[in-house]
């Protein structure tokens, strides 16, 4: 994955993203969690209200009953009702980073075999999705780490099933 600076602005907003300290009770998997939501192992009481306050219904839960998105269900907007839903102080909405996400492209992409397909590039709300062309009819699928939100709206875009999303290591999104 590579980046690509399209807009100068939106990109010194999201670089404060990357500025979230670790802290304590953060997990050491991979699962990503609601927007905003912090300290999810200290505070989390597995009441379950911010899974229906969900409109896009993206919002499931792991085996102690803790909030976790299921992109393959849609993509994260950034309503904020789980975090208004939610009377545990679980989320912490003057952060300026809802997550900090990776999100890589897998050699099963059609694009990068030589199949014609822009699904994902189409998908994204943000125009962070380049699809180049290369020699041999292959193309490279691009990834602007400074536009892309972690929105997800990409991953159930993929009919390849190419497109992972994962939390960035030593953040606070616990
Ligand atoms: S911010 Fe909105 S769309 Fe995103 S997970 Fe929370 S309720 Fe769902
Ligand atoms: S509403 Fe808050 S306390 Fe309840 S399950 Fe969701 S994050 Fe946990
Ligand atoms: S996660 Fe959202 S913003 Fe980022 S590349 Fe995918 S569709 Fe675009």
């Not at 980046?3 to 670089?15: M, N």
């Not at 102690?64 to 998105?69: A, M, R, S």
């Not at 994260?76 to 003057?94: H, N």
């Not at 075999?113 to 962070?128: H, L, V």
């Amino acid at each position: 994955m590579s980046a690509h600076a399209k807009q100068t602005s939106r990109r010194d907003f999201l670089s404060r993203f990357r500025a979230v300290p670790a802290t304590h009770s953060d997990p050491v998997d991979d699962v990503v969690r609601p927007p905003w939501a912090r300290d999810i192992c200290d505070r989390c009481t597995g009441c379950g209200d911010c899974a229906p306050a969900c409109p896009e219904g993206i919002i499931a839960f792991d085996g102690k009953n803790h909030p976790v998105i299921d992109f393959t269900k849609g993509e994260c907007t950034f309503c904020g009702a789980c975090s208004d839903a939610c009377a545990e102080g679980v989320f912490d909405r003057t952060a300026d980073a809802p997550w900090t996400l990776d999100v890589d492209v897998a050699k099963t992409c059609f694009a990068e075999n030589g199949i014609y397909c822009r699904s994902c590039g189409d998908a994204c709300p943000e125009t962070a999705i380049r699809i180049a062309p290369q020699l041999g009819g292959r193309a490279r699928v691009i990834i602007d780490d400074d536009t892309c939100t972690g929105c997800g709206a990409c991953l159930s875009a993929c009919p390849a099933d190419a497109i992972s999303i994962t939390r960035q290591k030593d953040t606070a999104h616990g």
